[in-house]
């Protein structure tokens, strides 16, 4: 498994390297067989170490966690066990995903854009309905079946997942209600 540990605006020793590489790998081998790659980024939060972990594994899933402490190997440890929790929840899920997947996961290209705020936009631009587009970036839509989608949606805490649909193909939406439950949009015109 490749690893890549980084610091924003800290410096990352040799010894804490270490300790992420082991801890790590043996989190992440006990439930998924065959990790890719890992970025762990270290960040300062006022007086707090926050660690931020993604996993990537070789079927094209994704797992995230984050964590604040205020030691940095605290925070590192901290974050390890969410992804713990994370990978053991999803243990029995994972395998299947792994045994019922012959390929790795397909993935589309697509634009993503970052719009301005209201407050951010002029009058005329208000009259004209139109949004201000700050940023224009690309992003990967991964083809899944709506169970891995929510399941891959749950990995990376994320609130929504965009996903093209394998049975059908057509571009689906899934999201967390604010009621706790998952919802999935699947529009009747990308049925075939």
Not at 155 to 175: A, K, M, T
Request: proline share 4%; aromatic share 6%; net charge negative.
């Amino acid at each position: 498994m490749r690893y890549q540990i980084s610091g924003r605006q800290i410096d990352v020793g040799d010894a804490l390297q270490t300790h992420v590489k082991t801890e790590l790998s043996e989190v992440v081998e006990k439930y998924a067989q065959r990790p890719t790659d890992a970025v762990v980024v270290f960040s300062r939060n006022a007086h707090q170490f926050v660690c931020e972990a993604t996993v990537h594994l070789s079927t094209g899933l994704t797992a995230q966690a984050k964590a604040a402490a205020n030691e940095i190997y605290a925070a590192f440890d901290a974050c390890r066990d969410k992804m713990d929790k994370q990978l053991r929840r999803y243990k029995r899920r994972l395998k299947d995903h792994h045994r019922t997947r012959s390929q790795p996961v397909e993935f589309a290209g697509a634009s993503a854009y970052i719009l301005a705020a209201d407050g951010a936009a002029e009058e005329s631009e208000r009259e004209s309905l139109q949004p201000i587009i700050i940023a224009e970036t690309e992003t990967r839509i991964p083809s899944l079946s709506a169970g891995e989608a929510v399941m891959q949606m749950e990995l990376s805490e994320s609130p929504v997942l965009v996903f093209r649909n394998e049975r059908h193909g057509g571009i689906n939406v899934v999201y967390r209600r604010e009621d706790g439950n998952i919802g999935w949009v699947d529009p009747p015109n990308s049925q075939s």
